[in-house]
């Protein structure tokens, strides 16, 4: 107790003044416990958002969080932009503002989607306060309790918590280099029919995924929109990363090879300008939209007017397409300082994504080592990662990590991965030194200069261990620039 602050049993200080308490007792628990409502019985908390405390440390390399690096953004052109609206605006921009969001706002959020070949109705888009504030009214609008979503394993781990909180039944379809396993998803939904049940929507990050770092070849991403048209499921395509790419084709989203009547688009721009400003949205056909609006009101009323309005000033400037060439050439570069450092101090007994765009690589370990323990060590070497286990809302995903590489420079990565890969040699060790496993390695397997540590450190990121684990053994390609 705070001895300047001297306490009487009601917990209030002498003078009336009520303060916190230092801590929740269980007879706090036990007060509230009846009054929750059932369904928060199964919310989940996000692994990122518990990791943020631990992470804002700076004596933390965090290659948890999703975070672009805003520091690239030139504080010059913040201090004009924002000048020019108090200057301009300052009644309207400090305002309520429509619950869609500005006209002004959705005809930048056009600009951005024909930036990747899309053309939305301007009726059907409602601006969101963040592509996660999307995804939670897509739930709110088309689940009941028990209903089935299907989703990629893994999937966006911040999806998982609102799934949950909307008692949703997750089912996760497998990926493999090529994104999820359509063939899987057709085998599902067979499934699903027998037991007389159908999917609200199928969820997907289909290019440059969070956190597999998997892009959904072509092939598959027409026949998943068939699949939704035949079936007349929805399909979620979450897109924050889509302008983002650093090698490869550019491929047609999931929303222009559907035209926009199954597959509900969701995009941000916190991820090509800044998440600080919390400006997403979704493009819904109009009857799916209406109740979108209903959901959004009911929440937030409208979406931060003064954010639009420094989006509005920013497009306005029409360099918008510049800077984000310049976080691709960054991102492009520590991707390569992550790969490479994986290769270095990575044991060769792991595997791991070779992203084309986006912000994350998904490592899977021996399936013996379980990462939400590793973690606990790792941030003892005061570095952190997401656990795979938050990727997955039935618990799989345990032998894998998401690694981020848009947040820190390329020596703290490179050390970061190095700190990582010590404490997972370590277990590897003491796996080996418990099992006697170590000695069932063959001669000449260890004389394969494709597996020498020293032909894995040179240079492509290239990593030719053999995959365990019990999700998502990716292959390995050449890294491609
Ligand atoms: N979807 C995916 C796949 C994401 O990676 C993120 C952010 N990490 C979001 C949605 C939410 O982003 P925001 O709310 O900042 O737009």
């Not at 090529?178 to 609200?200: C, F, I, N, Q, T």
């Amino acid at each position: 107790m705070d001895p300047a602050r001297p306490e009487d049993e009601t917990g209030r200080s002498p003078g009336g003044r009520p303060h916190r308490r230092s801590h929740t007792t269980s007879a706090d628990v036990a007060r509230y416990a009846g009054l929750f409502a059932q369904r928060t019985t199964v919310m989940r908390s996000s692994a990122m958002r518990d990791l943020m405390e631990i992470t804002s440390r700076p004596e933390v390399i965090s290659l948890a969080g999703g975070l672009p690096d805003t520091s690239t953004f030139p504080p010059d052109s913040f201090a004009a932009q924002m000048t020019r609206i108090a200057q301009e605006s300052s009644a309207k921009a400090l305002q309520y503002g429509p619950t869609e969001g500005f006209a002004e706002t959705h005809e930048v959020i056009e600009e951005v989607m024909r930036a990747e070949d899309m053309r939305p109705d301007p009726g059907d888009i409602v601006v969101t306060t963040g592509g996660q504030q999307a995804l939670d009214l897509i739930c709110k609008t088309l689940l009941d309790p028990g209903d089935v979503v299907v989703a990629e394993g893994p999937t966006y781990p911040g999806a998982v918590p609102v799934f949950c909180s909307y008692e949703a039944d997750t089912r996760q379809v497998e990926m493999d280099d090529d994104g999820m396993r359509v063939d899987l998803l057709e085998e599902l939904l067979a499934e699903l029919d027998r037991e007389g049940r159908r999917p609200k929507f199928i969820y997907s990050v289909p290019t440059f995924q969070n956190p597999g770092g998997v892009t959904l070849a072509l092939e598959r991403r027409r026949r998943l929109v068939e699949i939704a048209r035949e079936r007349e499921i929805l399909i979620v395509e979450d897109n924050p990363y889509g302008l983002l790419r650093y090698a490869g084709e550019t491929l047609p989203t999931l929303y222009s090879l559907d035209g926009g009547d199954y597959v509900l688009y969701v995009g941000t721009l916190s991820k090509i300008l800044s998440p600080g400003i919390r400006i997403g949205w979704v493009c819904a056909p109009p009857p799916v939209r209406a109740k979108l609006v209903l959901g959004k009101a009911a929440t937030d009323l409208c979406t931060s007017t003064l954010s639009q309005y420094f989006v509005r000033e920013y497009f306005a400037e029409g360099d918008w397409l510049a800077y984000v060439d310049e976080l691709r050439d960054v991102y492009r570069s520590r991707r390569g300082a992550m790969l490479r450092a994986l290769a270095s101090y990575f044991p060769r007994q792991a595997t791991w994504s070779q992203p084309d765009g986006g912000l994350f690589v998904w490592a899977t370990l021996p399936d013996y080592i379980d990462t939400t323990d590793l973690l606990a060590k790792a941030l003892r070497e005061n570095v952190a990662f997401v656990p795979g286990a938050a990727a997955y809302a039935d618990g799989r995903g345990s032998g894998s990590m998401r690694l981020n590489f848009s947040a820190q420079t390329e020596e703290e990565i490179v050390e970061g991965i190095r700190r990582i890969g010590a404490v997972v040699g370590e277990q590897v060790g003491l796996y080996e030194t418990m099992t006697g496993s170590f000695e069932v390695v063959q001669p000449e397997e260890q004389d394969d200069p494709s597996t020498s540590s020293a032909a894995r450190s040179g240079g492509d990121g290239a990593n030719p261990g053999p995959a365990s684990g019990d999700v998502l053994p990716f292959h390995r390609k050449p890294l491609r620039d």
